[in-house]
């Protein structure tokens, strides 16, 4: 009975864990969203692959040139997992038309 309860409740707390993760990647996202895209596309911010440290200096120069950010950690910490230097490059973007 005392291993069901410890189960249990490992398995809620994993639950519970995933949905903090998710509402901060949902904050994040939605920072990026509403900072971002108020100057330019968010392609141009989706295409690039930045290490954490420079995409603070980045975060931090827009901040500089006037744009508004709730939550500058969350940001950052968003576009440094979504948009690392360690992960892949973007896929081109290509005209409906291109051959």
Not at 11 to 21: D, N, T
Not at 32 to 51: A, D, T, Y
Not at 54 to 70: L, S, Y
Request: positive net charge.
């Amino acid at each position: 009975m005392r291993r069901r309860a410890l189960v249990t409740t490992l398995l809620l707390s994993a639950g519970f864990g995933a949905s903090a993760a998710d509402d901060k990647s949902e904050a994040g996202k939605k920072a990026l969203e509403q900072s971002c895209q108020l100057c330019h596309s968010l392609r141009l911010v989706e295409s690039q692959r930045l290490s954490a440290a420079a995409w603070q200096k980045e975060v931090d120069k827009m901040i500089g040139w006037g744009t508004v950010v709730q939550d500058r950690q969350i940001l950052v910490d968003y576009l440094s997992q979504h948009y690392s230097n360690t992960m892949p490059p973007a896929a081109p973007v290509m005209s409906a038309n291109s051959e």
